[in-house]
C-alpha cells in the first residue's frame, strides 16, 4: 500500500509537499514528457472526427479546431500552474482535492475515471472499425483481446519502454502526415482539384457562424485535444516534475493544434464537399483522393497501430495512475489491491491491469457514438473544475493578487472556464442525461465513503 508520510521527517521537498513517499521509478524528462502529450491528443486524430465535425460546421472544421486550441492553451496554463505547485500522479484529482476541495477533488477524480477508463477500449474499437476495411475477415474478439494484452503488457512494465514504443508511433504519423499535406498540395494547387487554391473559406462563411453553431462542432472537433492533461498524470515519474511537468503540457497542446489545423484545412481545400463525406470513414476517403490507394492503406494500417496501441498505450498509463492515486487515498472500492506498486518495475500494475479488462468489455459491449459523448461531458467537465481549482489555491486562498499574478491566476484560468464552459453547452441532452447520471452515482458513493462528506484522505491532514 502507498505509504503517508510526516512531511517534517524527509528532505525531499516533494516529498513534504505532497505528503506521499516516493514510490514510482523517475525517469522522464521534457522531451519525453512532450512526445507522451502528442501521442496521448494522437497527431492523426482528425481522422476519427473530421467528417462529422466538417458536417456540423458547414465545412469549417479548421475554424472549430480553432475554437478548441483557444479553449485548451488556457486550461492547459492551469494545468501548468497546478502541477507546479503539486508535482503528483493524481492529474486533475489531486489539483482540485487540493486547490478547490478534497470532496469535489474526488468527484472530479469519479468523472475522470469514467472518461479515461473507456478511452482505451473507444480507441481499441476504433481500431477494430478500421482495420476491417482492409482485412473484413479478421474477428473483432481477436483484434480486442490482441490490443488490449498489448497496452497492458507494456504499461505494466514500466514508462520507459511506453516511451520507446511512443517515439516510434509519433514519428510513423508525423511522417504520413507530411505526405499527405505534400500530396494535397500537389492536387490543389498544381492540378487544380478541390478549391483549387488556397481560401479562407474553410475559416469564415458569412451568414453561416453563429455561437451554437460554434458550440456543437466543437464539442466533436475537441475530442482530439482531450488528453494534454495527462501529462501530469505522470508527475512521480519525471525528473524535476515541478520545472518539467507544467511546460511540457502547454507545448504539446500549441504543438497538436498546429497540427490539427493543418491537416483540417488542407482536407478542406482537398474536398470542400463536406456534405457527401462518410462519417466513420470521410478522412481516409480524402486521403485517398489526393494520395491514392498506397497512402489511403498506409494511414489506415498506421492509424490502427497508433490509436489502437500507441493512443491507448498513454491513455492506460495515465487512467491508471488517477485510480492508483485515489486508491492510495483509500476512496474507491479495492483500494488496497489497486495502490500497489510493482516490486520489480515500480508501475502501478494492478490498476493497468484492471483498466485492461475493462477495456476489452468498452470494445466489446458499447458504441462509439455513445463513448464519444461520455469522453466529451467528462473531459469538460473536469477543465472546467480545475480552472476554478487554480482561482481558489492562488488568487483567494494564497492570495498572489500581483499584476503577473491576476493575469495568471484569475482571468486566465477564468477565461479558459468560460471557453470550455461555451463548449459545453454544445452537448446534445442524451449526453447531459450520461454524464450527470455518472456524477450522482459518484455523489452518493462519495457520501458513503466519507460518512456523509465528513472525513477527508489522510494525507491532506498532514500537507
Known amino acids: 500500500m502507498s505509504k503517508v508520510i510526516d512531511p517534517q521527517a524527509v528532505s525531499n521537498p516533494d516529498e513534504a509537499k505532497t505528503g506521499y513517499a516516493q514510490e514510482l521509478k523517475r525517469t522522464l524528462t521534457f522531451k519525453d514528457l512532450v512526445i507522451f502529450g502528442l501521442i496521448t491528443m494522437l497527431p492523426i486524430a482528425p481522422t476519427q472526427v473530421y467528417a462529422v465535425a466538417a458536417s456540423e460546421s458547414f465545412g469549417m472544421a479548421p475554424l472549430v479546431y480553432l475554437v478548441g486550441v ?42 475522470i475515471i469514467m472518461d479515461y477508463l473507456i478511452i482505451p477500449g473507444m480507441l481499441i474499437a476504433f481500431s477494430n472499425l478500421w482495420l476491417s476495411a482492409v482485412f473484413p475477415g479478421v474477428p473483432a474478439l481477436l483484434i480486442i483481446l490482441l490490443f488490449a494484452f498489448i497496452i497492458t503488457f507494456v504499461n505494466a512494465r514500466g514508462i520507459s519502454l511506453t516511451r520507446w514504443a511512443s517515439y516510434l508511433f509519433l514519428f510513423c504519423q508525423l511522417g504520413l502526415i507530411a505526405i499527405f499535406i505534400i500530396c494535397g498540395l500537389k492536387y490543389v494547387l498544381m492540378d487544380g482539384h478541390g478549391i483549387g487554391g488556397f481560401s479562407l473559406t474553410p475559416f469564415y462563411q458569412p451568414g453561416k457562424i453563429d455561437l451554437q453553431f460554434i458550440a456543437s462542432a466543437a464539442s466533436i472537433a475537441v475530442l ?186 484569475l482571468i486566465s484560468p477564468l477565461i479558459g472556464f468560460a471557453v470550455i464552459a461555451f463548449i459545453w453547452s454544445g452537448f446534445d441532452r442524451t449526453t447531459y442525461v450520461i454524464g450527470f447520471t455518472w456524477l450522482a452515482i459518484g455523489i452518493v458513493f462519495g457520501a458513503i465513503k466519507s460518512k456523509g462528506y465528513k472525513e477527508v484522505p489522510p494525507v491532506l491532514g498532514e500537507v
Not at 76 to 82: E, G, H, Q, R, V
Not at 319 to 328: A, H, L
Request: hydrophobic share 45%; proline share 4%; glycine share 8%.
Open 224 to 409: 482530439g485535444f482531450i488528453g494534454f492533461d495527462a501529462i501530469s498524470t505522470l508527475s512521480e515519474e519525471t525528473k524535476n516534475p515541478t520545472r518539467t511537468v507544467g511546460p511540457s503540457v502547454v507545448a504539446s497542446l500549441c504543438l497538436i493544434g498546429l497540427l490539427f489545423l493543418g491537416q483540417s484545412y488542407m482536407a478542406s481545400l482537398a474536398h470542400p464537399n463536406y456534405e457527401d463525406l462518410d462519417p466513420g470513414m470521410g478522412y481516409f476517403d480524402i486521403i485517398r483522393e489526393v494520395g491514392g490507394d498506397g497512402l489511403y492503406y498506409a494511414f489506415i494500417l498506421i492509424g490502427v497501430l497508433a490509436v489502437g496501441i500507441a493512443n491507448a498505450l498513454t491513455v492506460q498509463s495515465a487512467i491508471s495512475r488517477v485510480i492508483f492515486s485515489m486508491s492510495r487515498d483509500k476512496l474507491l472500492p479495492f483500494s488496497g489491491i489497486l495502490s500497489k506498486v510493482h516490486s520489480k518495475y515500480k508501475t502501478p500494475a494492478n490498476a493497468t491491469i484492471f483498466v485492461g479488462l475493462a477495456s476489452v468489455l468498452v470494445a466489446l459491449f458499447l458504441s462509439l457514438d455513445f463513448l464519444a459523448k461520455l469522453v466529451n461531458f467528462g473531459a469538460m467537465t473536469t477543465y472546467m473544475l480545475l480552472n476554478l481549482s487554480v482561482v481558489s489555491h492562488f488568487f483567494l486562498k494564497k492570495k498572489e493578487r500581483s499584476l503577473k499574478g491576476f493575469f495568471r491566476y
Open 70 to 111: 483557444i479553449a485548451m492553451v488556457f486550461t492547459a496554463y492551469s494545468y501548468s500552474s497546478m502541477s507546479r505547485e503539486f508535482p503528483i500522479a493524481g492529474s486533475a484529482y489531486s489539483f482540485v482535492q487540493r486547490g478547490l476541495n478534497p470532496h469535489v477533488g474526488f468527484l472530479t477524480g469519479w468523472i
